[in-house]
């Protein structure tokens, strides 16, 4: 049976940080639903406008 090795390995060896190891949310949580509706509103407003002012 292998030894049970001792250490997070090479990586914290070499005094690299594990970003997955961390989870910090610092910015404002947004709802997906907000973001799709919110492309959606946008697609329309574009068309609208396109129509309405011909390019």
């Known amino acids: ?3 049970k090795q001792e250490g997070g ?5 070499a005094g690299l940080i594990r970003y997955f190891d961390e989870e910090e949310a ?10 799709i509706g ?3 509103v946008m697609m329309i407003v574009v068309e ?3 129509w309405q002012i011909p390019f």
């Open 1 to 3: 049976m292998p030894a």
């Open 9 to 13: 390995g090479i990586q914290s060896a």
């Open 26 to 35: 610092k910015g404002p949580q947004i709802d997906p639903r907000f973001v």
């Open 38 to 40: 919110g492309a959606i």
């Open 48 to 50: 609208v406008l396109h």
